[in-house]
């Protein structure tokens, strides 16, 4: 499915140089015609959510400031250009943050480039806390990637609590690592809503509820309890398993995290709680791209949702941090999953 772009807001987009996109365009050797088919079949290749239809038009509306692209578009500038959104002029960078680099083309398969570019994106999860071993679970995943083409594992099974406020990107870089290593994903969303949204019309309620005291009261917590004995059902046969939800209730409860963390440890698994950073302005707008029904109270009532927010919030026990402000972290990600993919078409 093809995705039209979005709202006329980049006069308003802070550090945005619309020429930069034009001249890597024109570095290229592109036509607007051109770089538009090839911006769909990276899309298309990298299996983004939303295939851009990147004609002409809309692509000259980018690059003279008409139109600030939206998520779709900027992963896949980035894939097609093999850039980062500072690279391309779409912000500025953060501080800190590696704004340039580049790969080895994809056809050459001999230099590793495939596994720095992994390295890199694997290299986002930073220690949260003073007690959080950050390096334990950046080598585990990165073990199980290399050995998911060798065979053999040697570590003990692994519990990956991915959490994070909603449009975080908490559930793309779930499926990161979950490329790399192979293990399963259970994502709650797709795994409890038919159950959620059937008990909640069963309860009276509307099956798009996710702010009233009777989704928290009576339905969360059956919600949670559906993602953790499917994640329990794998751990006991050994299985390392990547969980994606919210987990804000769980991750701030120590008491509920030291129950997870000792049970799992009576089965010899190891659990990792993993909390994506993520800022107000890139969640509104990844919230409004996916167009999930459950998130139209939090779009409709925008302050009223974020004044329930902390963006400070943090885990109550040690925990690690992806930070994807400014889509930062999926961004490498993506250069990531393009290297692999020359690597093992």
């Not at 959490?163 to 870089?173: C, I, N, V």
Request: aromatic share 8%.
């Amino acid at each position: 499915m093809t995705m039209a772009e979005g709202t006329r807001v980049g006069k308003h987009r802070s550090g945005w140089r619309p020429d930069k996109l034009r001249e890597q365009r024109e570095a290229h050797g592109l036509t607007l015609e051109k770089a538009g088919e090839r911006l769909r079949a990276v899309a298309e290749q990298a299996r983004l959510k939303g295939i851009p239809a990147a004609n002409p038009q809309t692509l000259w509306q980018h690059e003279t400031g008409e139109v600030y692209p939206g998520p779709h578009y900027r992963r896949a500038y980035c894939l097609l250009y093999r850039a980062t959104e500072p690279d391309l002029g779409f912000r500025n960078a953060l501080p800190g943050e590696e704004s340039s680099f580049q790969l080895t083309p994809a056809e050459d398969r001999i230099n590793g480039s495939h596994v720095l570019a992994v390295e890199r994106a694997i290299h986002r999860i930073a220690p949260g806390s003073d007690d959080a071993d950050h390096l334990a679970l950046q080598q585990r995943i990165i073990d199980a990637w290399k050995r998911r083409h060798t065979g053999g594992d040697p570590h003990r099974p692994v519990l990956i609590l991915v959490g994070g406020f909603a449009g975080s990107g908490k559930t793309e870089l779930a499926r990161f690592f979950v490329h790399l290593t192979g293990w399963p994903l259970l994502d709650k969303d797709p795994l409890t809503r038919p159950l959620v949204e059937r008990l909640l019309v069963a309860l009276g309620g509307d099956p798009n509820d996710r702010h009233t005291e009777l989704y928290r009261e009576r339905v969360r917590s059956v919600e949670y309890d559906c993602l953790m004995q499917s994640a329990m059902a794998n751990i006991k046969c050994g299985i390392s398993t990547v969980l994606s939800a919210p987990f804000i209730a769980e991750m701030t409860d120590t008491a509920w995290m030291q129950r997870l963390a000792n049970r799992a440890a009576s089965l010899g698994v190891d659990v990792f709680p993993v909390w994506v950073r993520c800022d107000e302005e890139s969640m509104r707008e990844y919230i409004t791209f996916r167009s999930a029904a459950r998130d139209a109270w939090k779009l409709q009532r925008w302050d009223e949702y974020m004044a329930t927010i902390d963006l400070d919030l943090r885990p109550a026990v040690p925990h690690l941090v992806v930070d994807n402000r400014l889509g930062t972290a999926v961004t490498l990600a993506d250069q990531a999953r393009q290297a692999m993919g020359a690597m093992y078409a």
